[in-house]
């Protein structure tokens, strides 16, 4: 993995209003780049959190087109929304943690501004990471950068799904739900849920069955070339597809969901010298042997 060699003359900022520590991080860091001649560009929420005296604010995907880098405040919700609003761009994010604890954020919000200084110097590194997409026949395709979940609503009783990978019968679970989760994704829901971490660097699909009512049901890793297909045999309980958490879709009995890797994938910008390994042993509290 390389330095970038960008030469940072613009940037783009993109708040999370909802986060009560956004506001004073956003403007002394906007200020401070605003000192070293640069353009500053937002979005229209963190126009309005920060008020006048910024430029004009445009849609996400303009702003990107126009941005040498992007950096997002907020926590890993924030970041999964402007991955998937960027998404195919060669334009990379970089996440400034004002939530909680934020794999994909990663900076510190008191860690601002050294980064900047790292920016200026070309002192961070780029990742590519992959997306999913997910089909179902006749309707828009949806994408995610952590996972889509294929899961029971509000009804406490087990749904059935039946499982191929790419056309061969994997199993039919019935379970609270599925999983199915980008190498990105393995330190989200499918963490919580016994799937294994696996580095974002790592070539697959986890699939990680939620609750399932036999016992001998394990998570299930795939190549990320793979085509994973889902089909709902559940007539009597609504089942929801979810994009990330934040993109919910009723299905019906029948529909078949087909995942796979998408096309798109999406920068990832971080301080040179971290490391995957690094920021799971902080965030998880991996404090190793003492002997």
């Given amino acids: 993995m390389k330095k970038s060699p960008l030469s940072i003359k613009r940037v783009g900022l993109i708040a999370n209003p909802e986060k009560p520590d956004c506001r004073s991080v956003v403007r002394d860091t906007a200020a401070a780049i605003v000192r070293t001649g640069r353009q500053i560009l937002v979005d229209t929420p963190t126009a309005k959190l920060l008020g006048s005296g910024l430029p004009k604010a445009c849609d996400i995907r303009q702003l ?27 334009t990379p994010i970089l996440g400034i943690n004002t939530g909680g604890l934020g794999f994909l954020t990663a900076v510190s919000s008191t860690q601002a501004n050294a980064v900047l200084a790292d920016l200026w110097t070309g002192q961070f590194e780029v990742e590519s990471r992959p997306l999913l997409e997910a089909v179902r026949r006749n309707h828009p395709s949806q ?97 929801l597809l979810s994009a990330d958490g934040q993109v919910q879709i009723e299905l019906a009995n029948g529909d078949v969901v087909t995942v796979r890797r998408s096309k798109q994938s999406v920068q990832l910008a971080r301080p040179a010298g971290s490391s995957f390994f690094g920021t799971l042993r902080q965030k998880l509290r991996w404090s190793g042997s003492t002997v």
């Fill in 143 to 239: 994408l995610a950068l952590n996972d889509f979940v294929i899961s029971r609503s509000h009804v406490p009783r087990l749904i059935e799904l039946e499982v191929r990978v790419d056309g061969v019968e994997l199993t039919r679970y019935r379970c609270d739900g599925l999983i199915i989760s980008s190498p990105t994704g393995s330190t989200a829901y499918s963490l919580a849920a016994g799937g294994a971490v696996v580095a974002p660097n790592a070539e697959v699909i986890a699939l990680t069955p939620l609750s399932p009512h036999t016992l001998s049901i394990r998570p299930v890793i795939v190549s990320l070339s793979s085509i994973v297909q889902v089909r709902v045999v559940s007539p009597r309980v609504e089942t």
């Fill in 64 to 90: 990107a087109r126009r941005t040498d880098v992007i950096l997002v405040f907020g926590g890993d919700g924030t970041m999964l929304r402007v991955a998937r609003d960027v998404a195919g761009s060669a």
